[in-house]
C-alpha cells in the first residue's frame, strides 16, 4: 500500500456514518497489521 493509496483510503473511511467507519478502521489495522507481519526484520 502506497502512502498516497493509504491517504486516499483514510479519506474515503473517513466520510462514512461511524458505525461503518469503526468497521472500515478495524478492517485497514488488521490489513496494517498483516502487512508488518510479513515485512523482513530489519536486523538492527
Not at 493509504?6 to 490489513?31: C, G, K
Amino acid at each position: 500500500m502506497t502512502d498516497d493509496s493509504l491517504v486516499d483510503r483514510l479519506s474515503l473511511i473517513e466520510e462514512q456514518p461511524l458505525p461503518e467507519r469503526a468497521e472500515a478502521y478495524l478492517t485497514l489495522h488488521d490489513e496494517l497489521t498483516r502487512a508488518l507481519e510479513r515485512a523482513p526484520e530489519s536486523g538492527e
